[in-house]
């Protein structure tokens, strides 16, 4: 059982430039969502989505976007990469949009855009 | 999601029990508390959630106040494997987990 997996680990992009996070998970949870981790901060929620063809914005959605054509995969893509979206970004899912039930997180992509 | 506060940081010895704290008196009647914990370089693990009662798994206990605007998070017996950042959310559902800076959990040999 895999959990969730994010690729790739490491990136490293120039201004400018568009790049898809992978994120997958083999647990058939309808929730998945998208945060990014800056320095010494808590995360933050960027996309959602409670099933296979719903997505909704969270916190911080601006220069992302994101689809969900499977219950498994829910990429996000950086349409046009800027400096200050340089930052870490986890991949979690659940069970269900309730509050029930606890989050599993990927281990994280770590994006630098020069 | 309700607001928490946290201790910034807390230190304790290897082999003994640790009490995080936490409050949150904005809490509504169906926000459940959650714990997770984040190990350097790595990704929040889920540690332990409740609603009313206390509960136990095999990571931890969750002590919530009878009030609920408080609760604390109990690691029965620390290793320095605990060493993490400790969050404390109120609330989920799609909207998300809202994380604060959490406690800096450090732990002594």
């Known amino acids: 059982n895999a959990g969730v997996t994010q690729t790739p680990k490491f990136q490293v992009l120039k201004t400018g430039q568009s790049m898809t996070l992978q994120c997958a998970q083999d647990?058939?949870?309808?929730?998945m969502s998208w945060y990014r981790q800056d320095p010494g901060m808590g995360l933050r929620l960027i996309h959602y989505?409670?099933?296979?063809?719903?997505?909704d914005q969270g916190e911080v959605p601006n220069g992302y976007n994101v689809s969900r054509s499977t219950t498994e995969d829910f990429p996000l893509r950086l349409l046009s990469a800027a400096p200050s979206q340089t930052s870490v970004y986890f991949c979690?899912?659940?069970?269900?949009?309730?509050?029930?039930?606890?989050?599993?997180f990927g281990s994280g992509t770590r994006l630098t855009v020069v | 999601d309700a607001k928490t506060t946290q201790p910034n940081s807390m230190e304790s010895n290897e082999e003994e029990p640790v009490h995080l704290p936490c409050n949150h008196s904005?809490?509504?009647?169906?926000?459940?508390i959650h714990w997770y914990r984040q190990l350097p370089s790595q990704g929040p693990e889920y540690v332990i959630h409740?609603?009313?009662s206390n509960v136990n798994n095999r990571m931890a206990s969750l002590a919530i106040a009878e009030d609920r605007k408080s609760s604390t998070l109990i690691l029965h017996r620390a290793t320095l494997r605990d060493a993490a950042v400790y969050y404390c959310?109120?609330?989920?559902?799609?909207?998300?987990?809202?994380f604060g800076k959490g406690t800096h959990l450090i732990i002594q040999p």
């Open positions: 409740g609603l009313t």
């Open positions: 979690a899912s659940s069970y269900s949009t309730g509050a029930e039930y606890g989050y599993t």
């Open positions: 647990m058939n949870h309808e929730y």
């Open positions: 904005t809490i509504s009647g169906t926000d459940y």
């Open positions: 959310i109120n609330g989920g559902g799609a909207d998300g987990l809202t």
């Open positions: 989505s409670v099933g296979a063809g719903i997505t």
